[in-house]
């Protein structure tokens, strides 16, 4: 296929200063892993797709939810992770339960 360029892993992304790897991140509306620190220019490399251990706060714009296995999970401008859908851009999928109000790293799957 002469069209292909690559497959969605360390693809380098604008990401903004201060970003460190392993580091949650959203590029417009793409959810991203960052694999590498920002550089200079504020890139990195990042991860497009799999599953990572992430803190994922039991939240959403009302207050304190429950995570359940299966929800959808919204990342913040600051790469907080919550079930806020109102406020924040689509970020992936939880593979685990968090207490409602609590602050737990339970694995997440990456959304597209």
């Known amino acids: 296929m002469k069209n292909f360029v690559q497959i969605p892993n360390n693809v380098k ?3 903004g200063s201060g970003v460190v790897s392993g580091q949650p991140v959203v590029v417009g509306q793409i959810p991203a892993v960052a694999i590498t620190d920002a ?3 504020n890139q ?3 991860l497009l797709e799999g599953v990572f251990s992430l803190s994922v706060v039991a939240t959403n714009n009302a207050g304190d939810v429950a995570v359940a296995e299966g929800d959808a999970l919204y990342i913040d401008g600051s790469s907080v992770i919550s079930k806020d859908a109102t406020n924040d851009t689509f970020f992936g999928y939880a593979l685990a339960a968090v ?5 737990a790293t339970i694995n997440v799957l990456l959304g597209q």
């Open 13 to 15: 992304l604008t990401v």
């Open 39 to 41: 550089d200079s220019s």
């Open 99 to 103: 207490t409602s109000g609590a602050t």
């Open 44 to 46: 990195a490399a990042c």
